[in-house]
């Protein structure tokens, strides 16, 4: 059972943008400020978008952006486009194991 | 560069060490994770290690179970993983970064199978 909490997932029209949430407690989310933010495409190895919850990784396009509130943080795609569907996780520091993922959204462009 | 190897089949209660070979940039430099994910499942944090070997964590799940080492003069990461069972089958990443996950590799199949 994941520790973080993701939509299973989202859908989008190109051109629009979509929310993804992670929902943690105090001591991962809410506690720190190192979400991360990764996508992955079928049948390779997941990349890294977004670093210390706001923070884009190089050659990320600033259509991704992270924020965070509380216990909750969310990555925003802007601009969708058919090649932002994949599956996107996140990711937390936490107390206890150090690193913790959500199960992941599946990102539809309709 | 991550190249990981050492994946196979094995038995339930088995044992298999896998390997990652670093190039490109400052191996030292780095904390360095063990990622898997089962097949059609989510991605699991395994175990990390810092730069310096001396900070190490480990998932819930393989905690007791599997050690994570590293070799900078060779720039090699490990993951002996011993007592395995079914539910550790799936495919293994060698990650660059301990909190955040910066440069995977391809990955291995470890299948845990009677």
């Known amino acids: 059972q994941p520790a973080l909490t993701q939509p299973a997932s989202v859908s989008g029209s190109p051109g629009q943008s979509i929310i993804i949430s992670c929902t943690g407690v105090s001591n991962n989310i809410g506690g720190y400020n190192y979400v991360s933010w990764y996508q992955q495409y079928p049948g390779k190895a997941p990349r890294l978008i977004i670093y210390e919850v706001s923070r884009r990784s190089s050659g990320i396009s600033n259509r991704f952006s992270g924020s965070k509130s509380g216990n909750t943080a969310s990555l925003t795609i802007s601009g969708l486009q058919a090649d932002d569907e994949a599956d996107y996780y996140c990711s937390s520091y936490s107390n206890t194991p150090p690193v913790i993922f959500g199960a992941g959204t599946k990102v539809t462009v309709l | 560069d991550l190249v990981e190897s050492g994946g196979g089949v094995v038995r339930p209660g088995g044992s298999l060490r896998l390997s990652c070979a670093a190039s490109?940039?400052?191996?030292?430099?780095?904390?360095m994770s063990w990622v898997r994910q089962a097949p059609g499942k989510g991605l699991e944090w395994v175990a990390g290690?810092?730069?310096?070997?001396?900070?190490?964590g480990y998932g819930d799940s393989v905690r007791g179970r599997f050690t994570v080492s590293r070799d900078n003069a060779r720039q090699l990461l490990y993951l002996q993983m011993n007592s395995l069972r079914a539910d550790d089958s799936a495919l293994y990443y060698c990650v660059v970064g301990y909190y955040y996950m910066d440069v995977w590799g391809k990955g291995t199949t470890v299948t845990v199978s009677s």
């Open positions: 490109g940039f400052t191996f030292d430099d780095y904390g």
């Open positions: 290690i810092q730069w310096n070997g001396g900070n190490k």
